[in-house]
Structures are given as structure tokens and as C-alpha cells.
């Protein structure tokens, strides 16, 4: 037998001498690899034409709904405003002009307990700059605080001063954006938050600040909770400061109670007429996020008309959000659901929390210790009164009201969103 017949029986002989994986060993041996890899990747998104003429032909292709039945809003958005905001979407947007836009910026992909997570990092030229995790809530994404970036990272330029600079960080949640979509049960804020930490130190940062609206509030309020090495500080501009006590009546739609002052009567009719008409799109998320994801990835304009409408609901624009965001800019948001498919996933995220994002017992904001501050925009889903934040945040030492803005606080004003900021981190610098 010539030498390399041998050579080849001897490879062959020990390759039926290695014992083969089951697939539960193979999964666990991926698993072991992907969490021992702690490299930070450059990402760019580059959407296949293919995606985008198909979206095209669906949205040709919408079957719309006859007529609402009344003159205002009262069952949903109006026939007539989606279909300009569909057939714009259908005949005018360009997905292109975001994707070079975010291209443009330091986009990265890591992975983090076992998923990849994407995240936008611009680091300020300013060296005694903040590092800053920003978190996007629903049916926002990353892309509330893209106009944002450059007041926080370069405040000279846009008349603040340079010790205001921020580092910026903002990671989409897991499920959302360019993030992997989870394949199992436990991606909870906490566990999110959790992440954050992880990503931030593995940026080499040893300090840092976490800010936050709708879910964005309820990771920072983990996050907080958690209290890892580090965390100077969160800011909120969804707090949890309802009190225990009046929950249950808002939820069961009772009077306004006595004894309360002006502010705390506004915010809880606010409260209870939100739970009473308008929060009706959580529970179906809460309860059926699957079957709710069906509608949302198959229908490009049933999914517009789902998320369109708490952007009209929370804008400060009298249901006209065009008013305070570009309309490409709300396709842009539209749009990346779309073509990430996260109608499901970004649905499940609200089975996973299933908790009051609005009371201070159920977001334990007793147990926060770091400190905390607290933003108030006017046009909020409710509008947090000091008397109750302070109850609800023992380590409160921000509270303001700002003077124009809604649930999209960075979105609508991002000027107003960075001067709030800048004011409420100014002491944690020291």
C-alpha cells in the first residue's frame, strides 16, 4: 500500500474515532463560543433592492377599511390620513437617504449573553465627555434620538459649553432594529439592562449614565435598581411615580379622589383615561404578541396604521405628528420595522415586562439608590407631579418641566432633550 492510501486510512480511522455531537451538544458548544466572544464589530446596513421593491408592490397592493363612522378620532386614525401617509410611503419615501444617514455614523454589533446587539457609538472630540446610553422605547427605535447625537457629542456647536459633552451610546433592545431577535423566553428589563452595563464596560468605560423614555424608562429604573459599579446616575422621561394607593381606582376608572393638589388631579385623569381608551394596543401585546405579529409582518400598512397612530396619539401636535416630525422621518421609523420584520418581536417585548410601566410599586422605584432625575414634558402620556416623583424616587435631585414636547421627547425637541440632559447630569461630572 503506497503512502498516501495509508495517509488516507489513517484520517479516515480517526475521524470515526471522534464521537459525534447530539444536536443538544452541538447547540451547547455554539452557545459556549458565542458567549466567550466579547468582539465589537463595525456594522453598516446595506438593505437588499429586492426588500425595498417588495414593500413597494405590498403597500400598491393595501385593501383599506371603508370609512370611519365618525368625525374625529375617537375609533382610530382617520381613513383619509393614513391613506396620504401610505401612499407617500408607496410613491415618495426613500429608504436610501436613512440608510446613508446611519451609515454615515459609528455603527457597531456585539454580542452579549448569547445575542448580537447593535448599537450607534459617537464619541464626543470633547476628552471630559460623559459616556451616555440612551434607550428607545415602542413604537420608537434608535432612530428617536439620531438628531440628537450632535447637540450631546458636540454641545460648542450647538451653543452649550464644552464640559456639557456626551459620549453617545444608543443600543437597540433586543428584538427591535438591527438587534437579534430573541429565541427564548427571559428578555425582560432587567436582564436588558443587565446587557447594558455589559456593553458600556466592554466600550472601556468605567462611568457612565443611563437615560430613557417608555420602555427606555423601565430599562433605566432596572438598571438603577441593579446599581452596577459605574452607574452615576438615570434620567427619566417616563417615570414611575404613580402611588400604590390610586392605582386600582384609575384602572377601575373611578372619580378623581380627594385631597389631591392640581398637578396630581391632572395626572391621574391622564392615567385613567389612558387606561380607560387608549391602552388598549399593550394588552394585546401583553397578552398576544404572536398573534399580534402576524398582522404586523405581513401588512406594511397594517403595521403603519398600528404604529402611526401612537405616534399621532403621543406627539405634541394635536394628531397631526407631521407637525413636530418630518413624515420621512416617521417612515424611516415605519420602515425599519418593517424591513427587520419586528412586529412580533418588538410585541414580546411587552409579554416579558407584563408589569405597570407607570406605578412605583410594580417598578420597586423604593428600592433606587443611585440618583435619579426626572424630565416632564407637556405632552407626555401623563405628566409625573413632583410631589409624587418624590415620594416614588427617594434619590430624586432633578426635577423639571420642560416647555414643549411629548412621549418622543429627543424625536420632537431634540435641542430641549439635550438642554435637559446637560442640566440634569451637570452635578454627577464632579
Given at each position: 500500500m503506497n503512502t498516501k492510501m495509508t495517509t488516507i486510512l489513517m484520517?479516515?480511522?480517526?475521524?470515526?474515532?471522534?464521537?459525534?455531537?447530539?444536536?443538544?451538544?452541538?447547540?451547547?458548544?455554539?452557545a459556549e463560543i458565542s458567549k466567550s466572544?466579547?468582539?465589537i464589530r463595525p456594522f453598516k446596513i446595506n438593505i437588499p433592492q429586492a426588500k425595498l421593491d417588495e414593500l413597494k408592490r405590498r403597500i400598491a397592493e393595501t385593501r383599506f377599511p371603508d370609512k370611519e363612522t365618525v368625525n374625529d378620532e375617537s375609533q382610530g386614525i382617520?381613513?383619509?390620513?393614513?391613506?396620504?401617509?401610505?401612499?407617500?410611503?408607496?410613491?415618495?419615501?426613500?429608504?436610501?437617504?436613512?440608510?446613508?444617514?446611519?451609515?454615515?455614523?459609528?455603527?457597531?454589533v456585539t454580542r452579549i449573553d448569547g445575542l448580537d446587539i447593535q448599537f450607534i457609538h459617537v464619541r464626543s472630540k470633547e476628552k471630559a465627555a460623559l459616556p451616555l446610553v440612551l434607550t428607545h422605547g415602542w413604537p420608537g427605535s434608535p432612530l428617536e434620538f439620531i438628531d440628537a447625537i450632535g447637540p450631546l457629542?458636540?454641545?460648542v456647536h450647538y451653543g452649550g459649553k464644552a464640559e456639557d459633552a456626551f459620549d453617545v451610546i444608543i443600543p437597540a433592545i433586543p428584538g427591535y432594529g438591527f438587534?437579534?431577535?430573541?429565541?427564548?423566553?427571559?428578555?425582560?428589563?432587567?436582564?436588558?439592562?443587565?446587557?447594558?452595563?455589559?456593553?458600556?464596560?466592554?466600550?472601556?468605560?468605567t462611568k457612565y449614565v443611563s437615560e430613557g423614555g417608555d420602555h427606555g424608562s423601565v430599562i433605566s429604573n432596572?438598571?438603577?435598581?441593579?446599581?452596577p459599579s459605574g452607574l452615576l446616575g438615570i434620567h427619566l422621561t417616563m417615570p414611575a411615580t404613580i402611588p400604590a394607593e390610586l392605582v386600582k381606582s384609575i384602572n377601575a376608572g373611578d372619580p378623581v379622589p380627594a385631597g389631591l393638589s392640581q398637578d396630581e388631579v391632572n395626572a391621574y385623569t391622564s392615567m385613567r383615561a389612558f387606561f380607560g381608551r387608549n391602552a388598549a394596543y399593550g394588552e394585546i401585546m401583553v397578552t398576544r404578541p404572536q398573534t399580534t405579529g402576524y398582522l404586523l409582518s405581513d401588512s406594511p400598512s397594517a403595521l403603519a396604521a398600528f404604529l402611526y397612530e401612537k405616534i399621532a396619539e403621543w406627539t405634541e401636535s394635536d394628531l397631526k405628528p407631521?407637525?413636530?416630525?418630518?413624515?420621512?422621518?416617521?417612515?424611516?421609523?415605519?420602515t425599519l420595522y418593517w424591513l427587520t420584520n419586528t412586529g412580533a418581536s418588538s410585541s414580546r417585548f411587552y409579554w416579558e415586562n407584563n408589569n405597570n410601566n407607570?406605578?412605583?410599586?410594580?417598578?420597586?422605584?423604593?428600592?433606587?439608590?443611585?440618583?435619579?432625575?426626572?424630565?416632564?414634558?407637556?405632552?407626555?402620556?401623563?405628566?409625573a407631579p413632583e410631589s409624587w416623583s418624590r415620594a416614588a424616587y427617594p434619590s430624586l435631585y432633578y426635577y423639571h418641566k420642560a416647555p414643549k414636547g411629548g412621549h418622543f421627547a429627543a424625536w420632537e425637541q431634540p435641542q430641549i432633550f439635550t438642554e435637559e440632559l446637560r442640566a440634569a447630569f451637570k452635578p454627577l461630572r464632579k
Open positions: 484520517m479516515a480511522t480517526f475521524a470515526l474515532s471522534i464521537p459525534k455531537l447530539t444536536n443538544a451538544q452541538d447547540s451547547r458548544k455554539k466572544d466579547t468582539s382617520q381613513l383619509a390620513q393614513l391613506k396620504e401617509l401610505i401612499d407617500y410611503w408607496g410613491n415618495g419615501y426613500d429608504w436610501r437617504k436613512l440608510e446613508n444617514k446611519l451609515n454615515a455614523l459609528p455603527q457597531f457629542t458636540d454641545p438587534s437579534e431577535i430573541p429565541k427564548e423566553l427571559g428578555w425582560n428589563p432587567d436582564r436588558v439592562a443587565k446587557a447594558w452595563d455589559t456593553l458600556v464596560k466592554r466600550l472601556g468605560y432596572a438598571l438603577a435598581r441593579q446599581a407631521e407637525k413636530v416630525i418630518s413624515r420621512d422621518a416617521i417612515l424611516d421609523d415605519i407607570f406605578s412605583a410599586e410594580h417598578q420597586k422605584t423604593a428600592r433606587i439608590k443611585v440618583p435619579v432625575a426626572i424630565s416632564v414634558f407637556p405632552h407626555e402620556i401623563y405628566q
